[in-house]
Structures are given as C-alpha cells and as structure tokens.
C-alpha cells in the first residue's frame, strides 16, 4: 500500500501531514509514504486531481485509491485509511 502526499514548500499544513503520514507508516510497516512536490511534478498533482496542498491519497495494493484526504488528515483518520488499504480486496479476487 502506498501512501501519497501531495505537498509544496511554502505550505505550513504540508509539515503536519509529513508528520503525521511517517508516524503512521511507521506504525504499518507495510506501508510505504511517497511525497509529491505539486511545484517540481505539476503534472502528477494534475493527474491525481491534486487541486491543493497537502493532500493525501492512499492506494491498496492493486493501485485502487481508498482514501483522499485534502488537507492534514489527524493520526486515527491516516491509521484508517491504511486499515481500508490492507482491508481492500486485490483486483481480479473480488466476489461477484
């Protein structure tokens, strides 16, 4: 599961969320945390539908997004949203 935080220099919440984000990952090992600097890579915070800073997204192993946050998730909702992503069925093994 992968973690993204979309973020830019200037901005003070981005520094919470970087906190809060490796806090979190260190706690869910298998979790790794990206960071996006929306003012280097434009067209990744574009792609993802990135329309402010900070925002965090978070992908289940078969690259589904289970959550999206913009603006500093708290440690609790980061720890959920990482629980989704463990939780969340890998493509192809879905009933139906």
């Given amino acids: 599961m992968v973690v993204e935080l979309f973020s830019s220099a ?3 919440p981005c520094r919470s969320a970087r906190t809060v984000l490796t806090e ?3 706690l869910v090992p298998r979790a790794r945390l990206t960071e996006v600097d929306v003012a280097a890579a434009p067209e990744r ?3 993802a539908g990135v329309a402010s800073t900070p925002t965090v997204l978070v992908h289940a192993d078969d690259g589904s997004e289970v ?3 913009a ?3 708290t ?3 980061a720890l959920a ?3 989704r992503a463990a ?3 890998e493509e192809g093994t879905r009933a139906g």
């Fill in 10 to 12: 200037f901005c003070g």
């Fill in 24 to 26: 979190a990952v260190r």
């Fill in 45 to 47: 915070a574009l792609a």
């Fill in 67 to 69: 959550f999206r946050s």
């Fill in 71 to 73: 603006g500093s998730p």
């Fill in 75 to 77: 440690l609790a909702q």
């Fill in 81 to 83: 949203a990482l629980a």
């Fill in 87 to 89: 939780d969340h069925p």
